[in-house]
C-alpha cells in the first residue's frame, strides 16, 4: 500500500463512498474530481497519464490502485496553489485594487491553458463569482477562493 497517512486514507474511504463504491472503485473519468476533491489540483494531461479516461464505463480504479496514484499527485509540482493562481489574475489587475474585467477572466478561461468550454465558463460563475460592478469589473481573489474550496463538477 502506499505511503498514506490514515488521516488521508480515511478521507480517501469518503471520497469512494460519495464517487462510487468502496469496493467496486470509482469510474476512471472521475479520477479528476475525486484527487480534487481532496484538495489536489492535477492537470488534465496529469490525470489522463494517470489512467483517467474521457469515458464513462471504460475502467474502474479501486481503492488500492487509487492510493499510489493520490500519494504521486501528491508529491506533484506542477500544482497550482490559491498564490499562485491570484498572481495570474493580478496580471489583469490594472487598477491595482483587487478588481479585474470579468470580460478578461472569461477570456483567459476559454482560450489559455486547458480551456473550458462556455457553458463550463458560465456554471464556475453562478458557483464562485460576486456578481460584476458597475465598470464590468470582479474581485478576484474571492472568486480564486470560492473556486478552490469547492470543487465543481461538470456534466
Known amino acids: 500500500m502506499a505511503d498514506v497517512p490514515k488521516r488521508e486514507v480515511e478521507n480517501i474511504e469518503f471520497v469512494f463512498e460519495v464517487m462510487g463504491s468502496p469496493n467496486e472503485g470509482i469510474d476512471a473519468v472521475d479520477l479528476g474530481d475525486a484527487l480534487r476533491s481532496l484538495n489536489l489540483n492535477p492537470t488534465l494531461a496529469f490525470i489522463e497519464k494517470l489512467g483517467g479516461t474521457k469515458r464513462r464505463h471504460e475502467k474502474k480504479i479501486k481503492l ?36 479585474m474585467l470579468l470580460a478578461e477572466l472569461q477570456h483567459a478561461l476559454l482560450s489559455l491553458g486547458e480551456n473550458l468550454e462556455d457553458e463550463q465558463v458560465e456554471e464556475l460563475f453562478a458557483d464562485c463569482m460576486d456578481p460584476e460592478d458597475d465598470d464590468g469589473m470582479i474581485p478576484y481573489s474571492q472568486f480564486v477562493q470560492r473556486l478552490m474550496s469547492d470543487p465543481i463538477v461538470f456534466d
Open 64 to 99: 488500492e490502485e487509487f492510493l499510489p496514484i493520490y500519494s504521486q499527485v501528491k508529491k506533484e509540482k506542477e500544482q497550482g496553489c490559491y498564490e499562485d493562481f491570484v498572481e495570474c489574475l493580478k496580471l489583469y489587475d490594472k487598477q491595482e485594487d483587487g478588481t
